[in-house]
């Protein structure tokens, strides 16, 4: 099982965002996104959303076209954490949360609901947050505030074999070091719950330590895909990002200058 983008273009304003980009996240596995500001990091996963549609190229769930599957059926399978999200009204954390919950049609969960509330607010440290003001909160502590809810999006009440995948776009912004790895360790731990994972970072030693392959894109195109340790090396590195990047080994560890 997996989610892929396969032969991807996409143009705006006659500008070539995407081109010939493919892609493949295996359940499972993690699979992190670098690459500097602008290079289409943000675009490519809108595309596997659905949010936009590619000028050609497709986007494949578990062998069937994402054309194919239904607003519901994706809202299952797969669950966002965008980049910016921001709130108008003044809802409170724990509305913010429910938000994530679904109908879950032929999964009978309906009794859970508390269960799963309690297990992934504790998880993600924000339980003692639920009766505040989501809008009263720091940048930090709404970023935690809406991964609890993409963590609760695809709750099972036990290990489950449905093909599921996380999606999240600099999850780790504006968190502190403790809270970053919070953040990190969790993904790493619905990995070995078969959960697929693609994660837009710009911290290369995050991507090298907690990824299982790195994808490096720039204007638009996918420069490298593979595991951390094949693609992450000096004279690759410093071309991507144009400025002196060392990389060292055993353990691989990123250094800027």
Not at 12 to 19: A, M, P, W
Not at 32 to 57: Q, Y
Not at 58 to 77: H, M, V
Not at 128 to 148: C, D, M, P, T, Y
Request: hydrophobic share 40%.
């Amino acid at each position: 099982m997996s989610l892929k983008l396969e032969s991807v273009n996409l143009k705006l304003d006659n500008r070539q965002i995407l081109k010939d980009v493919s892609i493949e996240i295996n359940e499972g596995e993690i699979v992190s996104v670098i690459g500097p500001n602008g290079a289409g990091k943000s675009t490519l996963l809108n595309i596997l959303t659905g949010d936009i549609n590619p000028d050609s190229g497709n986007t494949i769930y578990d062998k069937k076209s994402l054309s194919q599957i239904s607003i519901q059926e994706r809202a299952f399978t797969r669950s966002v954490m965008s980049q910016m999200q921001t709130l108008v009204f003044n809802f409170s954390v724990k509305d913010v949360i429910e938000m994530g919950w679904l109908q879950r049609g032929n999964y009978d969960f309906s009794n859970n609901f508390s269960k799963a509330f309690d297990s992934i607010t504790k998880e993600c440290n924000v339980n003692n947050l639920v009766n505040r003001k989501f809008n009263s909160l720091s940048g930090g502590e709404q970023r935690r505030v809406h991964f609890a809810r993409t963590l609760l999006q695809l709750w099972r009440p036990s290990r489950s074999n449905d093909p599921r995948y996380l999606l999240l776009d600099e999850p780790t912004a504006n968190l502190d070091l403790s809270s970053e790895m919070l953040l990190m360790n969790i993904l790493k731990s619905r990995s070995s719950q078969n959960v697929g994972v693609l994660v837009i970072l710009h911290d290369l030693n995050l991507a090298s330590h907690f990824a299982d392959k790195i994808a490096i894109i720039k204007d638009g195109e996918i420069r490298a895909f593979g595991e951390p340790k094949d693609v992450m090396k000096d004279d690759f590195l410093t071309s991507v990002y144009e400025v002196p990047i060392t990389v060292q080994r055993d353990p691989l560890k990123i250094h800027y200058y």
